[in-house]
Structures are given as C-alpha cells and as structure tokens.
C-alpha cells in the first residue's frame, strides 16, 4: 500500500512489485526496489517524488500481501521437499513447515543455499535459540535450498537445558517426571564446555556452582569410570562421546495415600497444600480431610495445614479416616468365629 500524507486529499493506493522487483509510482514512473527492505524501499520512493511536491509530505510503504515463492528442504527433517514461502520467513519457518529436525539430525550446520546452489550461509539454529538474534537465522529468497546434515561429533548432556528441547534436538532417552534427560548435542573442533553451555542455557540445578558436582565419563557411564568435572575440565576441548551428568532440580511435588488422583505434580511456587490437593481431587471417600501430614524433602514430617507452605521435593500424605463400620465389621468376623469355636 503506497500512501502519501501531507496534501489535499492524501493519496492512498494499491500497487504491485514485479517479479524484477520493480514499482510503477506515478508521477515517477517505475521505480527499481529489487533487493531492498521495505524501509530503504519507502527511503528510496521518497526521494524519487520529493522533487514534485512543494511541501514537506510523508510517504510510506506498508507490505499488504507478501510475494510467495517456492523453498526447498532436504536432509534430516521429517517431511523433506517443496514449499510455499515468502520473503518474510527464515531459516526456522522452513524446518518447522517441515515438521523438524529428526533424531540424529544437526541443529549447528544447517545450510542455506541460493537458488543457484551457492552457499550463502551455514545457521546454527542453536546459537539463534540462545541469542534470539535474527543474524543468526536469515530469511529466505526464491528458491532458496535449506540442508539439514546427519550430527557429527557430538557430546551427551544429561540434565535439563533451556534451549535443547524437542524434536530438532537429539534426544538419547527421555523419561517422564524425575528421570533423567540426555541428549547428544554436536559441538565444532575446539569448543569447550563453557561455550556449549553459554549456546544450551544454564543448567536447572539446586546447586549451580559446577565444578564438583557434575559427572562426566567417556560414553555412557558406569561406576568405575566417572568422575567429578574439575575446573580445567571446562575449558578443555570437547572431545567426541563424552557424556556430562547434570543434577537435576527437583521440580516435583508428590501427592499420596487417598486421593481421587494420587501422583507427582509439577512444583509452583508460592502453592499449598490446599493447592495441591485441590489438584489431585481432593481426599477420596476413604481419605481424611482432617489429618494430612507433609513429609519435607529435607527430612521430617508433620501434621500439616491446608495454608502451609510446599517446596520441591515435598510429600503430601492424605491417610485413610477413621471408620467405625470397619472395624464394626471385623468385630463381628471376631465374634463369629469365637461363637464357632466355642460350640463346635
């Protein structure tokens, strides 16, 4: 949309960039924007027309409908091939049209290609998930060719990262709740530790301080090989197979004994008992809503109130409640087989 503010009555008007990116403005004529943005393109409008007017006006150049063109993906994603684009996706839009990364699939050097086969840029989607920097994940042009290679050398993290997660990363062995996530994420020949954690996001920890209380092993690990990382550790090259054991924050609150829906729910905080206990159903029919007891994963445990307090790693016990028919009914079994003894 082409308007002019300014003058009697302002000028507002549809026009269409050509395939040579060319624009027809009257009074000027074709005007050549090819390969400009479209602040550069509303810059260089405005120069051409100044020259017809004999006030200041303002002239601005708002995209309506986005030329579309056709984009190209091969390699590890899960739907290679063709697709609809316009000059306002990038590098992510593609992959994501193509429903990711697959397993074993790089997120560090992805390529991107002219329609010509030349290569314009290798993208690492990893850095762009960190630094959010859209230098890091460039747009795409007509015909543009996206690769996506196999994983080379590669290091296993176990932990919970910020900026690893889902299908475009690889993922060894993901179990649900407190379980352990690892995952094989590929490094460049002398990168260290420190620069693969700055790209995957501080490690969620109790304790951060690394040095002494993450493992690492070569491969997957066993008693006799692991050992403690050490502070020259860190900034050692990264060597291929590797595995580096995070702890991990315990992000989990346990809810037990007669609920309607007894499990672990994930911790919230400022949340109480009463929350959680809202969460998981209330007691059951068999639960005592006078008695609740609140196990701390520090040790101990006491009655609780509905108001207090839960931190990660806690336990919420609901007991059964007292029933007298219970015990009413175990008594007369008692009875009966007394009766039976007696005068048998």
């Known amino acids: 949309m082409f308007s002019v503010w300014g003058v009697e009555p302002a000028v507002s008007k549809s026009m269409y960039v050509s395939a040579e990116g060319r624009l027809l403005v009257p009074p ?10 479209l602040a550069e393109a509303e810059r260089h409008v405005a120069e051409k027309l100044h020259k017809y007017f ?93 690769e996506v290679p196999a994983v080379e050398d590669y290091v296993i993290l176990s932990g919970r990262f910020p900026y690893i997660y889902g299908t475009d990363s690889v993922r060894i062995n993901n179990n649900i709740k407190d379980a352990e996530t690892q995952y094989a994420v590929e490094f460049f020949p002398g990168e260290t530790l420190l620069d693969l954690l700055e790209l995957t996001g501080v ?31 860190l900034t050692a090259p990264l060597e291929k197979g590797q595995y580096y054991e995070f702890p991990m924050r315990k992000n989990w609150v346990y809810v037990t004994g007669s609920t309607n829906f007894a499990g672990e729910y994930q911790y919230r905080p400022g949340w109480t008992v009463q929350d959680y206990l809202g969460h998981a159903g209330a007691p059951n029919w068999l639960g005592s809503s006078d008695k609740i007891v609140l196990r701390r994963s520090t040790g101990g445990e006491y009655d609780a109130a509905l108001t207090d307090p839960v931190y990660p790693g806690d336990m919420i016990y609901v007991p059964e409640k007292f029933r007298p028919d219970r015990y009413i009914t175990i008594g007369a079994g008692v009875l009966g087989t007394l009766i039976i003894v007696l005068f048998r």
Do not use: C, H, W
């Open 54 to 146: 004999t006030r200041d006006i303002t002239i601005s150049l708002t995209l309506v409908n986005p030329r579309t063109f056709r984009a190209y993906i091969t390699g590890a994603v899960r739907t290679p091939g063709a697709f609809k684009a316009t000059a306002l996706d990038r590098v992510n839009d593609l992959i994501r049209v193509a429903g990711g990364i697959q397993p074993g699939g790089s997120m560090r050097r992805i390529r991107l290609y002219d329609n010509d086969r030349k290569l314009l840029k290798e993208v690492d989607m990893l850095r762009y998930k960190s630094s959010g920097k859209l230098a890091d994940n460039p747009q795409l042009s007509d015909g543009a060719i996206v």
């Open 203 to 233: 490690p969620q920890m109790d304790d951060t301080s690394l040095v002494g209380n993450v493992m690492v092993s070569r491969g997957v690990p066993s008693s006799e090989e692991v050992e403690a990382l050490t502070r020259d550790m």
């Open 28 to 37: 000027e004529g074709v005007v050549d924007v090819a390969g400009l943005s």
